[in-house]
């Protein structure tokens, strides 16, 4: 089975940057970043085949987020830039074992990380 770890969380200022870093225990075909604010469903970030390196992206953070695929197949990055408070989540690494699409709806994913909280200050 799947484990995923999840790294890079932490408090920032408006228009500071964090990177997020999610790995990996077992062989993936899509994972994505996930984050949810209290009182606020679920949204879907950025997704990436890790393969293909095809890649999603949310309109909430188009432009100030990338998300990339590490030296191997089973780990990413999601680079913030240009934090905002609205940033404020906690974000959930998720991975997907089955060959279907790059996709932001949970229900594409079957393993997910515990979390990691950022908090953006303005």
């Known amino acids: 089975q799947v484990q995923l770890v999840e790294s890079g969380g932490g408090s920032v200022q408006a228009g500071g940057s964090l990177r997020l870093s999610c790995v990996a225990s077992?062989?993936?075909?899509?994972m994505a970043w996930f984050r949810q604010a209290p009182g606020k469903e679920r949204e879907g970030v950025a997704a990436?085949?890790?393969?293909?390196?095809?890649?999603l992206y949310s309109n909430s953070v188009k432009g100030r987020f990338t998300i990339s695929r590490a030296s191997t197949e089973n780990s990413i990055n999601l680079q913030m830039s240009n934090l905002n408070p609205g940033d404020t989540a906690m974000y959930y690494c998720?991975?997907?074992?089955?060959?279907?699409?790059?996709?932001?709806?949970?229900?594409?994913?079957?393993?997910w990380g515990q979390g990691t909280q950022v908090t953006v200050s303005s």
């Open positions: 077992g062989a993936t075909v899509y």
């Open positions: 990436i085949n890790v393969i293909s390196e095809t890649s």
């Open positions: 998720a991975a997907s074992t089955d060959w279907v699409s790059v996709a932001l709806a949970e229900s594409s994913y079957n393993y």
